[in-house]
């Protein structure tokens, strides 16, 4: 009783100002063996991870942060209803990396915060889970290993996938030769989508420290909503920013980082909303003797994500699975599903022109959520000192495949040549020119991190 009256009070000061003045009242017991977090951004994202988190007894959440003192609210209900206690609220979130008892810094912003947001909790000593898409540029996303190299610090990314057990079994079969060479891979991401509202401009919430939202992007007229995902100095765009998760797979099934050349086709052939980044997307990618293609569209209602099927533990239907990848041996074909989606290899004979699976991996539910193994990787690699399965560096190259596509659009849909070594285009100063993204002072990626 004594325990559900106490739960009732935090729930009933929840309110902004109250939250504000209200100090912490967690569980003293063990509190030292327990991990240190601060979550930075609380949106949608940010409350889906804090949904996760409270189901650990290993780590106290001390700190949310949003530029929004709005999000609270919801956020702290989540914490107080796992946790049974409030933790304290900020805007600013240099005040959770002045705080030395805080170990490791949780980012889910919208993308312009991932670079900057993780090299300043890199410099504070903080480990860093941020969210995917990893950065808005290619040196950013550079810049970001380095400070996590140099400060020696976990910087997992949140490609959840690679957590699955599934996926570490899909690459073993790769590697021991059973599908043969692989000469070609296809990453999906064709869905259904909506046009991206553009209400009109309007003042700025109280609540709001504006200056602190937009952050590196420009300080526009204040919109609510997601207007702002329709333009590149804020937004890698919708389809990369999803398809990452099938890149990050596909390039660790394959083992490899960077593409000889990059070719884009595609446009916005179906939106009217003034956005900048393609509806439509097909892009070649040439590994020697390895081609991998990209395969999107925001304009497709006929193909599904398994994550929204009622039956999860069933392989998706591979022709009409949104978010599938293909890897195309010389012995066979694997089919890998996203979202819990298992995997299925297929051989045919010739002869009789018939194929069939002759492998089936199923991804059922018995594992759970993969952000929960995704978090375990991380919480264990903060006490290890390990490097975690998403890696900054690991998904820098997944996400730098993202961009290349992206360049190649914005430079025409030319064919490129990419350096690996430099990171660069040799001798083209007009896909160089969008290597990086153009940030607002102060906020600003520094040369030397």
Not at 346 to 355: K, N, W, Y
Request: glycine fraction near 8%.
């Amino acid at each position: 009783m004594e325990s559900m009256n106490r739960r009732r009070f935090l729930k009933g000061s929840l309110g902004v100002a109250g939250a504000l003045a209200v100090s912490h009242t967690g569980k003293a017991s063990g509190a030292t063996d327990k991990v240190i977090l601060g979550i930075m951004g609380v949106g949608g994202r940010g409350r889906a991870l804090l949904q996760s988190l409270v189901k650990r007894s290993d780590v106290k959440i001390k700190y949310i942060c949003d530029a929004d003192k709005r999000s609270y609210g919801p956020a702290a209900e989540i914490v107080v209803e796992g946790h049974e206690y409030k933790p304290k609220f900020v805007q600013d979130f240099r005040k959770v990396l002045d705080d030395p008892e805080v170990d490791a810094i949780v980012i889910a912003t919208s993308d312009r915060w991932h670079a900057l947001g993780t090299i300043m909790a890199c410099q504070a000593g903080k480990d860093v889970y941020v969210e995917k898409p990893l950065s808005l540029s290619i040196w950013d996303g550079r810049k970001m290993v380095e400070a996590a190299r140099k400060y020696k610090r976990v910087v997992q990314v949140g490609t959840q996938s690679r957590s699955a057990p599934y996926t570490d079994k899909a690459a073993e079969y790769i590697r021991s030769g059973k599908l043969g060479d692989v000469r070609l891979a296809r990453v999906f991401l064709m869905q259904q989508s909506g046009p991206i509202h553009v209400a009109p401009v309007q003042p700025v919430p109280d609540d709001l420290d504006y200056d602190l939202w937009c952050g590196p992007s420009p300080m526009l007229g204040y919109r609510p909503g997601r207007w702002f995902w329709r333009l590149w100095d804020f937004y890698v765009g919708y389809i990369m920013a999803d398809m990452i998760h099938q890149v990050d797979l596909v390039r660790y099934l394959i083992g490899r980082k960077y593409p000889d050349t990059v070719c884009n086709a595609g446009g916005v052939y179906h939106f009217d909303d003034g956005r900048e980044q393609p509806d439509t997307q097909f892009t070649t990618f040439e590994f020697g003797k390895l081609t991998l293609l990209f395969e999107a569209s925001l304009w497709s209602p006929y193909m599904h994500r398994i994550v929204h099927l009622t039956d999860k533990t069933k392989f998706p239907d591979w022709p009409f699975s949104a978010t599938k990848v293909e890897l195309c041996g010389t012995k066979g074909m694997m089919c890998f599903g996203r979202h819990g989606g298992g995997w299925q290899v297929f051989e045919g004979d010739a002869s009789v022109r018939e194929s069939k699976a002759v492998v089936s991996v199923p991804a059922t539910a018995k594992f759970g959520s993969i952000i929960d193994l995704h978090f375990d990787d991380f919480i264990d690699c903060i006490r290890t000192r390990k490097r975690p399965k998403a890696d900054v560096e690991e998904v820098h190259h997944s996400m730098t495949l993202c961009h290349l596509a992206n360049i190649s659009y914005r430079v025409g849909n030319r064919k490129l040549t990419f350096d690996g070594k430099t990171e660069s285009f040799a001798g083209d100063a007009e896909a160089n020119k969008y290597l990086r993204a153009n940030y607002r002072k102060p906020w600003i990626v520094p040369e030397t991190v």
